[in-house]
T-cell receptor, first 114, second 113 residues
Framework: DVKVTQSSRYLVKRTGEKVFLECVQDMDHENMFWYRQDPGLGLRLIYFSYDVKMKEKGDIPEGYSVSREKKERFSLILESASTNQTSMYLC?????????????FGPGTRLTVL | KNQVEQSPQSLIILEGKNCTLQCNYTVSPFSNLRWYKQDTGRGPVSLTIMTFSENTKSNGRYTATLDADTKQSSLHITASQLSDSASYICVVGFNTGGFKTIFGAGTRLFVKA
């Protein structure tokens, strides 16, 4: 079974803090994704990566950056957290391209920025 | 504008009953449509996928249908169980200078004993 793990289930940070969200997948997938999920809205893509050290902006990249130094690990960074970044963050991975292949999701990190 | 709309937003049914969830989309050019199930506190898990040429796909008690002409999909759940309580998310893929996906907001299903 594919396993996607996220470093924290719940996180509380203060405005202005730098925040790191870590995601690890164990199936040698090429592609990894970061989404945020807010009530009443569908999952929105922040960034995705199709290879080590490669990244592409999604629909809402502002205020975020990412890092993929190893194939299995994809990090989401909030350089200076703000209250409007309070949300559920979901990481996903897929075997091949960003072409409708099934994405396998982690359990999510619920981030609260005070 | 490419959009995916799901209805109802939430639904309560009794255990053992059937239900149907709707997904309407305005995405173009259409590539595929997936239904995901998201249990509380967990990430979404894929249930079915359909391409343009497929109009029905089953996965156990879950049956998805697709009408590409009217741009509608439905997810039918037969003989519901308490474990079906979850959010069901419709995801439409499309090609426009690269493949993209749009997630619907989901339908929250509550199955009562």
């Amino acid at each position: 079974d594919v396993k996607v793990t996220q470093s924290s289930r719940y996180l509380v940070k203060r405005t202005g803090e730098k925040v790191f969200l870590e995601c690890v997948q164990d199936m040698d997938h090429e592609n990894m994704f970061w989404y945020r999920q807010d009530p009443g809205l569908g999952l929105r893509l922040i960034y995705f990566s199709y290879d080590v050290k490669m990244k592409e902006k999604g629909d809402i990249p502002e205020g975020y950056s990412v890092s993929r130094e190893k194939k299995e690990r994809f990090s989401l960074i909030l350089e200076s957290a703000s209250t409007n970044q309070t949300s559920m963050y979901l990481c996903a991975s897929s075997l091949r391209g960003h072409r409708g292949d099934e994405q396998f999701f982690g359990p999510g990190t619920r981030l609260t920025v005070l | 504008k490419n959009q995916v709309e799901q209805s109802p937003q939430s639904l309560i049914i009794l255990e053992g009953k059937n239900c149907t969830l709707q997904c309407n989309y305005t995405v173009s050019p259409f590539s595929n449509l997936r239904w995901y199930k998201q249990d509380t506190g967990r990430g979404p898990v894929s249930l079915t996928i359909m391409t343009f040429s497929e109009n029905t796909k089953s996965n156990g008690r879950y049956t998805a249908t697709l009408d590409a002409d009217t741009k509608q999909s439905s997810l039918h759940i037969t003989a519901s169980q308490l474990s079906d309580s979850a959010s069901y998310i419709c995801v439409v893929g499309f090609n426009t200078g690269g493949f993209k996906t749009i997630f619907g907001a989901g339908t929250r299903l509550f199955v009562k004993a």
